[in-house]
């Protein structure tokens, strides 16, 4: 049988700021808001689990990223202001924190799986994933198979500790960390082999050649922004069709070439 260590989930962070440029207004903004509840009046609350580049990071005071900017676009074509909060990704995943009423909509780069819509409902996918393993660039380690023996890290509630679980070698030790500040030190200091997680995220530390993509996994995996599983039709009504504009007049294109460099 797998070994697993779990790790208790820390208290959500209370911290919230107003992301880039937030608020601003559109020809049909006081009417799209006008049917929705609302944490705030006049403004979209987003939880985000930072810090996870390119998705969502703490830049100059202030969240950016890929989701923080799409969704403050979708704020803007709501006519609502736009204000994150950070919250620990076990409670976007599992519902707790909409239902708890902290947020209006969740974006955490959460891949739409059919055991979360048991407690929270998505939006059209944005964004197309796949899971990885990062290593050490001269750990040897070229494949998930080379993990015999050896412990890896993943985060708690993500589809990458999914795939860990069902994949890894039957000695290998699947680490669970809450978040992304203990995840990627343990393998920096020699704690763990590896880090299966989304590609997106294990891109971002390579940098400096220390660090490889030894394995790609193709899961077939999509993200969805989250709302709260009843009573928010409306607000998830007008997530898609803002997110459906974005795509059409290429919004969408401008900040995915941003963020994740399709030249």
Do not use: W
């Not at 929705?36 to 987003?46: F, Y």
């Not at 890896?152 to 500790?161: C, P």
């Not at 928010?232 to 900040?255: M, P, W």
């Amino acid at each position: 049988m797998r070994a697993r260590t779990p790790f208790l989930l820390v208290a959500v962070s209370t911290l919230a700021l107003t992301a880039c440029g937030g608020g601003g207004s559109s020809s049909d903004g006081s009417s799209e808001a006008s049917g929705m509840d609302l944490v705030q009046p006049g403004t979209l609350t987003v939880c985000a689990d930072v810090p996870f580049p390119p998705f969502a990071f703490a830049k100059g005071g202030k969240y950016t990223g890929f989701d923080m900017e799409l969704t403050e676009e979708i704020a803007k074509g709501m006519g609502l202001k736009h204000k994150i909060k950070d919250v620990g990704f076990e409670g976007l995943q599992s519902g707790a924190a909409l239902a708890a009423n902290t947020c209006d909509m969740a974006a955490a780069a959460m891949t739409i799986t059919e055991d979360r819509e048991k407690n929270i409902d998505f939006s059209d996918p944005y964004y197309d994933s796949l899971q990885s393993l990062l290593v050490a660039s001269d750990s040897g380690i070229s494949s998930i198979e080379d993990l015999s023996g050896k412990t890896v890290a993943v985060k708690q509630g993500t589809t990458g500790e999914t795939y860990a679980q069902k994949n890894v070698p039957e000695d290998t030790q699947v680490q669970a960390y809450p978040s992304n500040t203990e995840l990627y030190p343990s393998l920096k200091s020699g704690v763990v082999a590896g880090v299966i997680m989304d590609l997106p995220s294990n891109i971002q530390h390579q940098a400096g050649g220390k660090y490889e993509i030894a394995e790609k996994y193709d899961t077939g995996e999509q993200y969805g922004f989250a709302v709260q599983e009843e009573g928010s039709e409306a607000i998830l009504k007008n997530v898609n069709k803002q997110l459906a504009k974005l795509k059409k007049n290429g919004t969408y294109d401008k900040l995915y070439s941003k963020y994740f460099d399709t030249k």
